[in-house]
């Protein structure tokens, strides 16, 4: 299965964006797909995940009530809505496949090849 992530860019403080993961290769219905981010100088850090079926969400507390993940099976695609953006969220994110409902990033199957996020103050 192959991911591609869009959607980053420069925001300031405050702003919001919506990154998109398109998927093919493979329906993505049949697996369970997760944001994952990667600061500077820091290890990747799960963001938020969301059930094959949609109907399950997790999110890394950081991040509850700014960011929502959503997908639409129908094209393949998975989104990731960020608002109230803070400095400190400024990361490449990637988006993942796993078989299984994860909020581990080793457990994840498959990547796309990361989008760069830039918020500043």
């Known amino acids: 299965v192959q991911l591609q992530a869009s959607g980053g860019g420069s925001v300031q403080a405050g702003g919001s964006l919506r990154l998109s993961c398109a998927v093919s290769g493979r329906t993505s219905s049949d697996y369970n797909m997760g944001w994952i981010r990667q600061a500077p100088g820091k290890e990747r850090e799960f963001v938020a995940v969301?059930?094959?079926?949609?109907?399950?969400?997790r999110y890394q507390n950081s991040v509850k009530g700014r960011f929502t993940i959503s997908r639409d099976n129908a094209k393949n695609t998975l989104y990731l809505q960020m608002n109230s953006l803070k400095v400190e969220d400024t990361a490449v994110y990637y988006c993942?496949?796993?078989?299984?409902?994860?909020?581990?990033?080793?457990?994840?199957?498959?990547w796309g090849q990361g989008t760069q996020v830039t918020v500043s103050s």
């Open positions: 969301i059930r094959w079926s949609g109907d399950k969400t």
């Open positions: 993942a496949a796993a078989v299984v409902f994860t909020t581990s990033v080793s457990i994840y199957d498959y």
